[in-house]
């Protein structure tokens, strides 16, 4: 068992001040190394055991994985891989094509590309996440969470209220 | 000069695009490193970090906005997508949007950790990245110089601009002035971190370094002018680095850099003034 107040200058401090800013006060104190490496494991481990360290104010659905789980499916390089491989596939390809689009006559042969692309990528995706959701659970929640972001999230916030209200009343629409 | 890095029929790879989104990708890495290493992955902090991004986006665009509105009333008959993936942008507004979203989002989550020490490795990395691509792919380079160090550009480099004021004098290579510097702070960044004792003032130092750097550098970047003999960035930037000023006034007002100390430990004890006296004594005729 710590310190008591050696806990309880950490639980503090550590909100405002770094690390290194405490352990050196701390030190200063005449607290040992390995005392302040056990009070920070202990204040650690006590609040991962039910939230996110300091815990925020998060109300815990059934749905939601504990915190562990979740930092251990965010340190999973196959999670990033499906998150960004949603966006290669819906915006880096779409680009790529892009400049090839004809809007002066509006024809080119690389609109129905761009078309299938936008539409049936995003479809296909969603189709494979919720297969693999029990198979591979991280790559499917990187696909899912990548689909919410990039096909929900930005499109709507990004293009059609913050540049639709404001092209909009620039116009005079 | 290679604004376009490869090229194949309709297929085309800008420079610029490619090394912002190298920038975007190596900072990325490393602020993923960064909360991985000291423990603070979780679900609160994806979003956080999504919310950074779509912040960054929609000001890097904002930004540059009101520099030239009769762009965008011009809009017309072609599609909105046209004009954003068209329009200009600023690394500013991408800085400042993405920053004003952390602290949405944050609020929204109950979240008070701070999080911009894990950022602060990160933007320098990225910008430093992302600038080479700047300077392989605009012109001007800068203003004209009689320095050693001026740069030329070959008329074939002209000649992909319609525009290029300065082009056929020696230019201040403003471009590397800023990759020099991103450089630099990232490795003060990474050497002296540890000495910032308050969480979170690691990134506003930076940034405020960067805005000050940056506000002189316009000098010799060639932007045009918009206000009082200011450039875009310049005007922008004004406001932006009053608010960090004012940041750090207020912190040192309240005492937020006189850290309180801990709690003596068991068995040691804080020596009295007389203790002191004796010992300064002691110091003094071993000295002697």
Known sequence: ?173 | MFPILYQNGPFILYTHDLFTSLGLLAGLAVYYFELQRRNMLSHQIFWISVAAILGGGIGCRLITAWEHPAYYTSISSVPLSYYIAHSGKGIIGGIAGGYLAIVLAKRAFGYTISTGDCYAPAIPLAMAIGRIGCFFSELPLGTPTNLPWGMTVSDAAIAHFQVCPYCYEKMHPSMIYEIIFHLVALLLILRFRHLVMVRGDTLKLYLLASAIFRFLVEFVRGNTEQIAGLTGPQVVLIPLTALLVYHFVRQWRRGVYRMPPAPLAAGVYAPSEADLRARLTTDIHIAE
């Open chain 1, 1 to 173: 068992m710590n310190n008591p107040n050696l806990i309880q200058y950490i639980e503090q401090h550590r909100a405002q001040y770094t690390r290194e800013a405490i352990d050196k006060q701390l030190l200063d104190a005449g607290y040992s190394r390995a005392d302040i490496d056990a009070a920070w494991n202990e204040i650690e481990a006590g609040a991962t055991g039910e939230q996110a360290v300091p815990p925020p104010a998060v109300t815990q659905s059934s749905q939601q994985l504990p915190p562990t789980q979740q930092r251990r499916l965010l340190a999973t390089p196959v999670f990033w891989l499906g998150l960004f491989g949603v966006l290669v596939l819906q915006y880096g390809i779409a680009a790529l094509f892009f400049p090839a689009i004809n809007y002066e006559n509006g024809s080119s042969v690389f609109v129905p590309i761009v078309g299938v692309l936008t539409c049936g990528v995003p479809i296909a995706l969603l189709i494979a996440g919720s297969l693999l959701l029990k198979s591979n659970r991280p790559l499917a929640l990187g696909l899912l969470y990548g689909l919410l972001i990039f096909d929900v999230i930005i499109p709507f916030i990004g293009a059609i209220i913050i540049f639709g209200i404001c092209v909009a009343s620039l116009s005079g629409v």
